[in-house]
């Protein structure tokens, strides 16, 4: 028997072969085609001051880090107009730890799709607190840097899509791209836009605390389509609209102008579609049950998570979850159709070889 299971365990196709098939292919590659760059989702990016010299996000010191001179919170008028601090944009999120996508993107791109970095594979370095509008602007500046008289291709990972598709549709970039291929995109949005602002999301010794991130227009952007994504105890739909402040009453008070202009992005990006000249792939995970609703116990407290549901709360589990990666349900991230479908997690997704393999060929076009 012992004998029977080596041979069945030699003869498997393991990440790692898949791995050195992708590498043996790249050498026969030429030139990529057109320039492709990174877009990934929140929190990849680096956040740098360049007064304190020192990273305020995105570096394994500042998980340990608890003040800074100037943290990540926006600043907002009186009217609840959202401002800019000095903070600065720079570098990905490394190779190791939990937000290490636009690092396996352009590793994959590199090592299995003949891509030279900076040559012909670029990383797109934003403020994920800012609105995709801002951010699709600094999109088009990177594009036409690198994109000499011809096209680009973007490559996103989740909220990254966002950025690309308000760059596409709105910020005139149709006609400078030509493969816009999409990881596990929040096309509808997605319940963890709402967990953040509710439940502080921590790392180490950092903490996303409510204070900030109502600040950061683009989480607001991210809400689920439906603002009435609320249920309660009973399963059934609670009549309160997340899109408007009046919605968010008894649970934690919120800028309303962020909203509205959260809201008027979104109902943009669905009046506008994908402009005809550019070739649209995604790329989505379904094996992770994924929160679409999020129920509100009567004590105010909610559950996102199915090990967080109470045994006479089972019973809700197909109100509340879809089969997805564990952070975007699969009805958002495949809204328009014709996703590719993997079995893979949300950050999994991005180091995956199928995956990848999967970038390489739409790019270069192979039958």
Same mark, same amino acid.
């Given at each position: 028997m012992a004998?029977? %299971? %080596?041979?069945?365990?030699?003869?498997?196709?393991?990440?790692a072969t898949r791995r050195g098939y992708l590498r043996t292919i790249a050498t026969t590659y030429d030139t990529p085609p057109r320039p492709a760059i990174i877009v990934p989702g929140f929190g990849v990016t680096r956040l740098f001051d360049p007064v304190a010299h020192r990273y305020v996000w995105g570096t394994g010191r500042a998980t340990f880090q608890t003040k800074y001179e100037d943290d990540l919170d926006l600043p907002v008028d009186a009217a609840g107009n959202i401002g800019h601090d000095r903070l600065v944009p720079q570098g990905y999120v490394g190779s190791r730890g939990p937000v290490n996508i636009g690092w396996q993107l352009m590793e994959g791109l590199r090592k299995f799709g003949g891509y030279t970095p900076d040559r012909d594979v670029f990383p797109f370095y934003y403020d994920?607190?800012?609105?995709?509008?801002?951010n699709a602007t600094k999109l088009d500046e990177v594009?036409?840097? @690198?994109?000499?008289?011809?096209?680009?291709?973007?490559?996103?990972?989740? %909220?990254?899509? @966002?950025v690309a598709l308000t760059y596409l549709k709105?910020?005139?970039?149709?006609?400078?791209?030509?493969h816009l291929i999409m990881i596990a995109p929040t096309q509808q949005g997605v319940v963890d836009a709402f967990r953040v602002v509710v439940r502080?999301?921590?790392? @180490?010794?950092?903490?996303?605390t409510a204070e900030m991130v109502e600040t950061w227009p683009f989480v607001a952007e991210l809400m689920p389509e439906d603002g009435r994504f609320l249920v309660d105890e009973n399963g059934g739909t609670i009549d309160r609209d997340l899109w408007t402040a009046e919605g968010w009453k008894g649970i934690r008070p919120v800028i309303p102008r962020q909203l509205a202009r959260a809201r008027m992005l979104r109902n943009a990006l669905n009046e506008h579609p994908i402009p005809s000249g550019v070739q649209v792939s995604v790329i989505a995970g379904d094996c992770v049950a994924t929160a679409r609703r999020v129920l509100m116990r009567r004590d105010g407290s909610f559950v996102f998570y199915?090990?967080?549901?109470?045994?006479?709360?089972?019973?809700?589990?197909?109100?509340?979850?879809?089969?997805?990666?564990?952070?975007?349900? @699969?009805?958002?991230?495949?809204?328009?159709?014709n996703a590719m479908i993997v079995c893979d997690g949300h950050q999994g997704i991005a180091a995956d070889p199928t995956v990848h393999r999967t970038i390489i060929r739409t790019l270069r076009q192979q039958p």
């Open positions: 004998a029977v %299971a %080596a041979i069945i365990s030699l003869s498997c196709t393991t990440d994920w607190r800012l609105s995709a509008r801002e594009v036409d840097r @690198i994109r000499g008289q011809g096209k680009v291709d973007i490559v996103t990972h989740s %909220a990254g899509a @966002i709105l910020g005139g970039g149709a006609s400078k791209v030509d502080p999301e921590r790392f @180490i010794r950092r903490v996303f199915q090990s967080e549901l109470l045994a006479d709360e089972k019973k809700l589990t197909k109100v509340l979850f879809d089969a997805g990666d564990g952070t975007v349900p @699969i009805s958002s991230a495949n809204a328009a159709g």
